[in-house]
């Protein structure tokens, strides 16, 4: 099956700080979602993107689905930013999920 | 908030018991999704209902079973408890298929 993986799987930072989060995808997929998982559990939508780039706020991913990569940037970090991404492609009906990159930022 | 809600939030039970996870849709979705969330398995899909119907499974055990009512609303069961099912059980749903989902709060289930 489709294999998604996340990198790095660790990743801390200072406030203020930027982070380039990289998702690669071993086959050709409909679409693209990246998740924030905050530390209460909760699963929060960040970006539905199968291809080109999009923003918001701080936020912004980017899709080369050609090359089977997707990456998150997050700028100016803040401490709510903690928690873990994760990204997932769409492969016929359901989502296979990578293993996620856990971010701690500090003050 | 997502719109999609989960009851429980919390359920604490013991071996070999059955129980029943709810999942409320948002409004117009026709397709709900189910995973789970475990510390060794990571997120994984269960089974997928468009429109009351079964239309994907994946890692579901025999044990578990599902469907989705005429109001949209789904139910997961889950029997024959064993620890290792203890994980957090997330409901999604979107307006189609392929298209993008959204996450219910999840239940948080402990087999004791």
């Known amino acids: 099956g489709i294999q998604v993986e996340q990198s790095p799987p660790d990743l801390i930072l200072q406030e203020g700080a930027n982070s380039t989060l990289r998702c690669n995808f071993s086959d050709s997929v409909n679409n693209l979602q990246w998740f924030h998982q905050n530390p209460w559990g909760q699963l929060i939508n960040l970006f539905y993107?199968?291809?080109g780039t999009k923003q918001n706020g701080r936020l912004s991913a980017t899709t080369v689905a050609t090359e089977r990569y997707s990456l998150l940037y997050i700028s100016s970090s803040q401490t709510t930013d903690s928690g873990v991404y994760f990204c997932a492609v769409y492969n016929t009906d359901k989502l296979i999920f990578g293993t996620g990159t856990r971010l701690q930022v500090f003050p | 908030d997502s719109g999609v809600t989960q009851t429980p939030k919390h359920l604490i039970t013991a071996t070999g018991q059955r129980v029943t996870l709810r999942c409320s849709p948002r409004?117009?979705?026709?397709?709900v999704y189910w995973y789970q969330q475990s510390l060794d398995q990571g997120l994984q899909f269960l089974i997928q209902?468009?429109?009351?119907?079964?239309?994907a499974k994946g890692n579901i055990l025999e044990r578990f079973s599902a469907q989705q009512f005429p109001d949209l609303h789904s139910e997961l069961n889950l029997s024959s408890l064993e620890l290792g099912d203890s994980a957090l059980y997330f409901c999604a749903s979107s307006v189609g298929i392929s298209l993008e989902q959204y996450f219910g709060p999840g239940t948080r289930l402990t087999v004791t």
């Open positions: 993107i199968p291809s």
């Open positions: 409004s117009g979705d026709l397709s």
């Open positions: 209902y468009y429109n009351g119907e079964e239309r």
